[in-house]
């Protein structure tokens, strides 16, 4: 099977996809914005050809890239994983007549007010939302429901460029910095009250082949603003306790809804005193490195699981769920460079078995800002049979380690 891998090098962990792809048997070509010769010696060894392009998100450069490629070999899969690169590879796809996820559920699943009348129609529970184009808009919307409000770009990812907004005063001034009163399109939501969380899956024909449940501690709005907070993201392997049933079905009720075929899929969730609420879901894989997290938990490996999804149309093997398994993410104490850390020396003692990988940027090193993201600076990722017990490991670990930094 020939299968056009979009990106293959950056970020880093791309190559894990096109590692899998060559794993499970399939003749990979690249299409990337680095010249080939600047690709690592592994990843070029796994990919049988390679066409540089400018911009993987210029459509129309893209699709020349793609027929150059047809031109040479039968194309029977194009795949991307990257959110920002997900619309442009359908619309290649579809130009192209090669299988895979359409225009169709790649803009249902780019664009959130799109995605979100879409789902309502469906019968998903999903906060009130809408598209503003103009600042009357968003004044309009916030009569109609009150307040807190979430607005953020339409096809957005993670919590860049969100503001929740509290008052009428708040909203002028969000008006502005989020660009609408320059004309700039945002999407713009009721606020959630609730405990937030994330499902992914790997989906074959439209069927959940493989799903991971994570919470996130605390909410990533809170996460991303807060700098004296180490936040986690941590995995349950009790995905068959009754408590989660109704959030897989959910799951698969969108699947069903926004037409996703054989995808990974990310789809954030609400659950709070107004019970279960959608969120958002991408098309693709989730970020972070947290298939990283699942493979520690699972004992396999989830890229030659997507790829042997998409090469043999079945999973390679099932997942142990022998682990419960999370990433703390470590902000230094002030934005400069880091001085030094304090604390690593007990937690290694104390939980050096249960430490799967960490990263910790050596002293000197310029800090991120909060808001860059969960490893964006200092984070270790730890595994446990019992869910409970890691949740009170990776407390400790938060409250006994200090990134130093002037």
């Given amino acids: 099977m020939n299968i056009i891998f979009i990106e293959p090098s950056f970020p880093y962990n791309q190559r894990e996809f096109v590692r899998g792809l060559h794993q499970a048997g399939a003749t990979v070509i690249g299409i990337g914005e680095r010249p080939q010769e600047h690709l690592a010696d592994d990843l070029k060894g796994w990919l049988s050809h390679y066409v540089q392009v400018k911009s993987v998100v210029h459509e129309p450069s893209l699709l020349r890239a793609v027929q150059q490629v047809q031109n040479r070999v039968c194309v029977d899969r194009l795949e991307a994983t990257v959110e920002a690169h997900i619309m442009a590879a359908a619309k290649a796809r579809e130009a192209a007549g ?5 225009v169709r559920t790649a803009y249902l699943c780019r664009d959130k007010p799109a995605m979100k009348e879409a789902l309502r129609e469906a019968g998903i529970p999903c906060a009130q939302s ?87 501690y605390p909410n990533v709005l809170v996460a991303m603003r807060e700098r004296w907070i180490s936040p986690q993201m941590v995995t349950t392997n009790r995905i068959e306790a ?25 789809m ?27 493979n520690a938990a699972n004992e396999f490996d989830l890229y030659l699981e997507w790829a042997s999804a998409l090469t043999h149309g079945h999973p390679h093997r099932s997942p142990s769920r022998r682990y419960a398994a999370g990433m703390i993410a470590l902000r230094p104490t002030c934005d400069g460079h880091i001085t030094g850390y304090s604390g690593l020396d007990a937690i290694q003692q104390g939980y050096g078995d249960c430490i799967v990988a960490r990263h910790l940027p050596p ?44």
Avoid at 151 to 162: D, V, Y
């Fill in 268 to 294: 954030e969730w609400f659950s709070g005193p107004r019970g279960l609420k959608f969120s958002e879901i991408g098309c693709r894989p989730p970020g972070v490195g947290q298939w990283d997290v699942y």
């Fill in 242 to 266: 009754p408590g989660y049933r109704e959030v897989r079905q959910m799951a698969r009720d969108v699947i069903k809804a926004l037409d996703i075929g054989t995808s990974a899929t990310h």
């Fill in 363 to 406: 002293v000197g090193s310029p800090t991120q800002p909060v808001e860059g993201g969960y490893m964006a600076n200092a984070w270790i990722r730890v595994r446990h049979p019992d869910y409970d017990a890691l949740r009170q490991i990776m407390n400790t670990i938060g409250e006994s380690v200090t990134v130093h930094a002037a």
């Fill in 98 to 102: 090669i299988p895979g996820t359409s």
């Fill in 130 to 216: 809408t598209r503003a184009n103009e600042p009357e808009d968003a004044r309009e919307f916030a009569q109609q429901v009150g307040y807190p409000l979430i607005i953020k770009p339409p096809a957005g990812a993670g919590a860049s460029g969100t503001w929740k907004v509290r008052d009428d005063r708040e909203l002028e001034k969000v008006i502005w910095e989020c660009g609408l009163a320059d004309g700039a399109e945002v999407a713009i939501e009721e606020f959630i009250e609730g405990h937030e969380g994330y499902l992914d899956t790997l989906t074959i024909g439209g069927e959940v082949a493989h799903e991971f449940i994570t919470h996130y």
